[in-house]
């Protein structure tokens, strides 16, 4: 992707006056230009000469090709008061080069001039959207590892005999000459000359960012948490500057390989919502439809969904109508909507999102509501869970098989776990985005949905003890069987807690810090419930009939896989991937039933698939009762 060397210069000199016209069309992209060769002036520079002598006649020779093409750029960008200066900078910069000056010295020059370049000209150096290293790696993976290796050493595949040969993008000393921003201008633009592509046809920005973000982390390295750095400035700066102002380095490195997603109350969640939103339409303005979606699509994710549970303590309504017109917005956008009608649906989603600021103004909840939104938040959660769970085991136990009830409390036990181990996660080692919760939410409750389906229409054929006898001898006793309920408990268990902790960081957050015991009361008031809960399930299914306690049981797991078709496809509307298309129907949260044409086919189609299976279930049963009564009539 990167080079070490730039033998491009002379091939670009030709270029000079097609850049020229260019910049004059489109300044920004001029002046990115120019930031672009700015940016490897400084960070290849310092290799090509040392204590006044040049270490490589042909680098340095590219280096003073590349600051006349600069001057050229320079000149191109449209009349400003500034731009003599910039001017007078570059012929500096030329000056410094051509008198061998040190590579350090250089370097600095460039930086400062990149710097006011950006001020001037106004470019753009943050990211709209936090990048996310995570997914920026599959990306490296597709497009970049052929050629600088898995690894980014430069030693992939394709990249055996090119020249220059690709960058070592673990090298500490010349990655700190970079800007995050440097790295994402070099993905978008190519280096012409080499055989490194220019990507800004195949990726889109918030892909850019992503990409540089995880090529940052190749040489980030490890540091101790520290006060984290403003987004602005970690995609702005480099390392070497950082350095150079004696702040900490190695935190630096860690950050711009891993922005940390800012930690912001209810109020400046709504007006992050707002901000983006109104970057989104300005961007569909230009003609930028993907990063005016992608826009929409983060400032549901990084703003209002973290004040959804708040809200809805509030007034679950507004929280509702709030969400609706967010949705309508973005599909404006998708659906390719003319200016004018993305706007005006961008004033309705702003209207209601000044409804639910002000719902959200007062702050801090009281204690009583800290208390019940705790328990509602658990107890909601939790139900679905230790319904699954605690039918699960009394299934086990009226058969006679509560040795296999190991496998289910080994299945929740690990989902605990991983739910513990995803909380850390997030919180301390890495940020996780909104759109991986709700991708990582909707894959799961689609898949405990597919589970459950089968796991009820497997409990439905064997609801007769003859059956139940027959699985026992073939399957349970050797393992397969317990091993597909320790998979279910543990997807139906951890697909609760992701949501649970989710809200309850919201929720501790609104109630502050007065109101942190209370959440904690509410919290263990819910586990006593759901504990009870699961308690009366259990002692309530011994007094059932095998037939009628494996037929309750079936329903039951098939109602949950109706619910979880719902709330997966709902997730994966909120992350973006799927489009929203809104209906006339009623609204029931609990049973997954939204007004949204994608969610209610979904869980069209797992009835479908119940009334399929059990359809199958039924013939067979009645094909096997007819066989019996002939050779009972043939007797």
């Not at 500096?92 to 590579?103: D, F, K, N, S, V």
């Not at 709209?128 to 970049?144: E, F, K, N, S, V």
């Not at 005999?161 to 978008?188: C, K, Q, W």
């Not at 501790?508 to 509410?522: F, I, P, R, S």
Request: charged share 15%.
């Amino acid at each position: 992707m990167f080079s070490n060397r730039s033998p491009f210069a002379w091939l670009m000199l030709p270029l000079l006056a097609c850049f020229s016209l260019f910049a004059l069309a489109e300044p920004s992209e001029g002046a990115a230009q120019a930031l672009h060769l700015l940016g490897y002036l400084g960070a290849d520079y310092p290799a090509t000469v040392n204590a006044g002598q040049v270490v490589d006649p042909s680098e340095y020779r590219e280096q003073l090709e590349f600051a006349g093409v600069l001057q050229g750029l320079i000149v191109a960008l449209p009349a400003n008061a500034g731009r003599d200066e910039l001017e007078q900078g570059v012929q500096r910069l030329r000056g410094a080069i051509e008198a061998r000056a040190a590579g350090e010295a250089v370097a600095a020059q460039a930086r400062q001039l990149a710097v006011r370049l950006a001020e001037l000209y106004q470019v753009r150096q943050a990211p709209a959207i936090t990048p996310d290293a995570a997914r920026g790696a599959p990306l490296y993976a597709q497009h970049c590892a052929v050629c600088h290796g898995d690894s980014g050493l430069g030693d992939g595949p394709a990249g055996l005999g090119l020249e220059p040969p690709p960058a070592n993008l673990r090298d500490v000393a010349r990655m700190d000459r970079l800007s995050l921003y440097d790295l994402f201008n070099t993905i978008g633009l190519g280096i012409e000359g080499t055989d490194m592509p220019a990507f800004a046809d195949q990726l889109d920005e918030r892909e850019r960012w992503d990409l540089a973000s995880y090529l940052a982390s190749l040489s980030a390295g490890q540091a101790e948490t520290s006060k984290p750095f403003a987004l602005l400035e970690l995609a702005g700066k480099t390392p070497a500057e950082i350095a150079g102002s004696g702040g900490d380095v190695a935190a630096f490195r860690a950050q711009r390989a891993q922005p940390p997603q800012v930690q912001r109350g209810p109020t400046e969640l709504i007006e992050h919502t707002r901000a983006t939103l109104e970057q989104s339409l300005a961007a569909y303005r230009q003609g930028d439809h993907e990063q005016a979606y992608d826009l929409s699509v983060a400032a549901y994710l990084e703003g209002f969904e973290l004040v959804e549970s708040a809200l809805d303590n509030l007034d679950a309504a507004q929280r509702k109508t709030t969400e609706r017109a967010l949705m309508a917005y973005r599909q404006a956008l998708q659906d390719g909507a003319d200016v004018p009608q993305a706007a005006q649906a961008l004033e309705l989603a702003k209207a209601e999102l000044g409804k639910s600021a002000a719902l959200l103004a007062d702050g801090a909840m009281n204690a009583s509501l800290s208390f019940f939104s705790s328990l509602l938040i658990l107890l909601r959660e939790g139900l679905e869970a230790i319904l699954v769970l605690a039918a699960i085991l009394a299934f086990l136990r009226n058969t006679g098989q509560q040795a296999a009830a190991r496998s289910v409390h080994i299945g929740w036990g690990l989902a605990l776990l991983a739910g513990v181990a995803t909380w850390a996660v997030a919180a301390y080692l890495i940020d996780i985005s909104g759109a991986q919760r709700e991708l990582l939410e909707g894959a799961t409750a689609l898949f405990a949905s597919v589970v459950l389906l089968w796991v009820g229409v497997w409990m439905h054929d064997r609801r007769h003890a003859a059956a139940w006898q027959d699985y026992i001898k073939s399957s349970l006793v050797g393992g397969g069987g317990r091993f597909g309920f320790a998979v279910l408990a543990f997807f139906s268990v951890y697909r609760e807690l992701f949501e649970v902790i989710l809200f309850y960081e919201t929720l501790w957050l609104q109630a502050g810090e007065a109101g942190h015991g209370m959440v904690l009361a509410g919290a263990a008031a819910a586990l006593v419930l759901l504990l009870g809960l699961a308690w009366v399930i259990l002692r309530g299914s011994r007094k059932l009939p095998l037939a009628a306690f494996f037929s309750a049981n079936a329903l039951l797991l098939c109602v949950l896989s109706v619910v979880f078709a719902g709330h997966g496809v709902a997730a994966l509307q909120e992350a973006g991937v799927l489009g929203t298309r809104p209906v006339a129907f009623f609204e029931f949260d609990w049973l997954g039933i939204h007004a949204d044409a994608w969610s209610l086919s979904a869980q069209a189609l797992a009835l479908a698939g119940i009334a399929t299976l059990y359809g199958r279930s039924w013939l067979g049963e009645r094909r096997r009762a007819a066989a019996a009564n002939m050779a009972a009539s043939s007797d």
